[in-house]
């Protein structure tokens, strides 16, 4: 069956180790307007970033930006959801007065925000964060559109601060994103809702939908789509729930599959 929304994450999965697209997207995408699959990229970046990344196919896309957090159809955003403003206050406090080397990005859908400007850390978030501001007091841009915390830990994300915040999010999902980040988000949002607001928003049935992925914030995306693509490079837990396992990012494994699909269709 050819699916009718191709859902892929960046990191690790789409874009290759140098965090490129490779140049043969490009065709590949005119290629699946032209059959009428909706593409759309699934990732922790910020939508703003992503929109840039994309700006070369002189089309409008659908994005699913900050790891489900915000839909984006056509130039319009059609789903956002938001953290409780305590537990953002709450996780900041934490990582204050702890002494392990992270820092936290408040993110909201008018913007990113954060306190920390050395060249370590801010080179680890601007590839993620187009619109990107420095502010002196990080509680001071917390409020009701906050949709989630992004933190960056120079330790192993799952295995040091992961831990250090366990108690601090409450019921809120503690999301690792890749070695070093860790997204704090409703429990209400992930890239599995939001692929199915996606598809609902288009009329899709979820069977007709596929999705690559490589990390643990990839999971829902993988458990909710028709059909699920794990990359050879990928967490074992996301290989475990995949219908296939393809070749690495570098290998651009996701457009080999995805040129296949598209022959089959013709």
């Not at 990191?11 to 590949?28: K, M, V």
């Not at 002494?99 to 978030?125: K, M, P, Q, S, Y």
């Not at 915390?149 to 999902?173: N, Q, R």
Request: charged share 20%.
């Amino acid at each position: 069956m050819t699916p009718r929304i191709i859902v892929t994450d960046m990191d690790g999965t789409l874009l290759n180790s140098e965090h490129e697209i490779p140049a043969r997207f490009w065709p590949l995408l005119d290629e699946m307007h032209e059959q009428g699959i909706v593409f759309a990229p699934a990732s922790g970046r910020q939508l703003y970033t992503l929109l840039d990344q994309f700006a070369q196919a002189g089309k409008d896309l659908s994005v699913i930006a900050e790891n489900g957090t915000v839909v984006y159809h056509e130039g319009e955003i059609i789903s956002v959801t938001t953290i409780d403003p305590e537990v953002a206050h709450r996780v900041i406090r934490t990582m204050t007065h702890s002494d392990l080397d992270w820092g936290v990005v408040v993110c909201r859908v008018d913007g990113a925000f954060i306190a920390r400007g050395d060249v370590e850390f801010l080179t680890e978030t601007v590839r993620y964060y187009a619109k990107l501001d420095v502010v002196d007091d990080l509680h001071s841009v917390v409020n009701d559109q906050v949709i989630k915390l992004a933190i960056y830990s120079f330790p192993d994300a799952e295995t040091v601060a992961a831990p250090a915040l366990a108690e601090s999010v409450g019921d809120h999902t503690l999301a690792i994103s890749g070695a070093h980040w860790i997204d704090i988000m409703s429990p209400h949002a992930n890239k599995g809702v939001a692929l199915q607001q996606l598809a609902d928003n288009l009329g899709v049935p979820i069977e007709h939908t596929a999705a690559f992925g490589d990390y643990l914030n990839d999971y829902e995306l993988l458990q909710t789509a028709g059909t699920a693509y794990a990359m050879s490079n990928a967490h074992p837990d996301i290989k475990d729930i995949a219908d296939h396992v393809v070749g690495s990012n570098d290998e651009e494994a996701v457009l080999t599959t995805i040129h296949s699909l598209l022959t089959a269709a013709k």
